[in-house]
């Protein structure tokens, strides 16, 4: 453990991210070899201009570990029944091991239904029932790539889970409860807050790891933080000056916890390369 009179020891994702991929890299060879290239679709709807980038930065991942990737962009008034078919077919197409409908989608899409159509065994975001039952019960299948990337980041500084008190503030489906699951499948004692918690500080003042996922600036501060803990910020907002920042109060907390990650640079690359590893584990699976 670092002392706690010198800045927190930075966790940094987009190396952690390179180490991966030039591992997927080398398994994607591999099965090249045995004639399989993976393959991952990704569907986007509409405009949105973050999903635009997020959906760049995952087909540039594909291309630069070796994947097939195909990328298929439709109008906003695409009809869900049209999408519906759309994943019905690359459901069958042996090509696809992966498939991912970048959210959110239209209002007139409904989109759990789009979510439940797509395969569980091409599941790669991790968000069908089937996937989250998995997880729910100890059951191997595929694990929502943020709190997958924020469990390897825990893992490549070391760190031992056992009987520590994870507080995991944030309870979406995407994040906050896989998170805590995953937390608790490693023996941590795992707090869930949110935005009916009453005293949010009392508690993460205990925490030995703290995941800050609400998507809400400055959710953490440094009088919130035990010193020592490991901090983990998967918030993605924008600062009054247009600047990206997390939902931790990054400069303050640097100064107490004995770990932190960067927004951006942290968590973020994490989540496309973990989308990475479940396409490249889906396409082993088939083979």
């Given at each position: 453990m670092t002392s706690h009179t010198s800045p927190a020891q930075i966790i940094d994702g987009l190396a952690l991210s390179k180490q991966l991929r030039a591992d997927v890299t080398q398994r994607v060879q591999a099965l090249k070899a045995r004639g399989i290239t993976p393959g991952l679709a990704v569907i986007l709807v509409g405009e949105n201009p973050a999903s635009q980038v997020y959906v760049r930065n995952k087909?540039?991942?594909?291309?630069?570990?070796?994947?097939?990737?195909?990328?298929?962009?439709?109008?906003?008034?695409?009809?869900?029944?049209?999408?519906?078919?759309?994943?019905?077919?690359?459901?069958?197409?042996?090509?696809?091991?992966?498939?991912?409908?970048?959210?959110?989608?239209?209002?007139?899409?409904?989109?759990?239904?789009?979510?439940?159509?797509?395969?569980?065994?091409?599941?790669?975001?991790?968000?069908?029932?089937?996937?989250?039952?998995?997880?729910?019960?100890?059951?191997?299948?595929?694990?929502?790539?943020?709190?997958y990337g924020c469990m390897k980041m825990l893992e490549s500084i070391g760190y031992d889970l056992r009987g520590k008190h994870a507080v995991v503030i944030g309870r979406s489906n995407i994040v906050g409860k896989p998170m805590a699951l995953l937390l608790l499948q490693k023996n941590a004692t795992v707090t869930i807050c949110h935005s009916a918690t009453r005293d949010l500080k009392a508690l993460t003042l205990q925490a030995d790891v703290i995941v800050a996922a609400v998507g809400k600036r400055n959710v953490l501060t440094a009088d919130m933080v035990k010193p020592?803990?490991?901090?983990?910020?998967?918030?993605?907002?924008?600062?009054?000056?247009?600047?990206?920042?997390?939902d931790v109060d990054f400069e303050g907390v640097r100064q107490v916890a004995s770990y932190i990650t960067p927004v951006p640079g942290g968590v973020g690359p994490m989540t496309i390369t973990m989308l990475l590893v479940n396409t490249l584990e889906s396409a082993e699976r088939s083979a």
């Open positions: 087909v540039k991942g594909c291309e630069d570990c070796g994947f097939h990737s195909v990328l298929e962009k439709y109008d906003a008034d695409l009809t869900e029944a049209a999408l519906l078919a759309r994943i019905d077919a690359l459901n069958r197409d042996p090509a696809i091991h992966g498939i991912l409908v970048q959210l959110p989608v239209p209002k007139h899409i409904d989109a759990n239904k789009v979510i439940e159509a797509i395969s569980p065994a091409k599941d790669v975001d991790g968000f069908h029932i089937a996937s989250a039952g998995a997880l729910m019960t100890g059951m191997s299948g595929f694990v929502p790539c943020t709190p020592g803990a490991v901090v983990l910020d998967v918030g993605m907002n924008r600062n009054p000056e247009g600047k990206l920042c997390g």
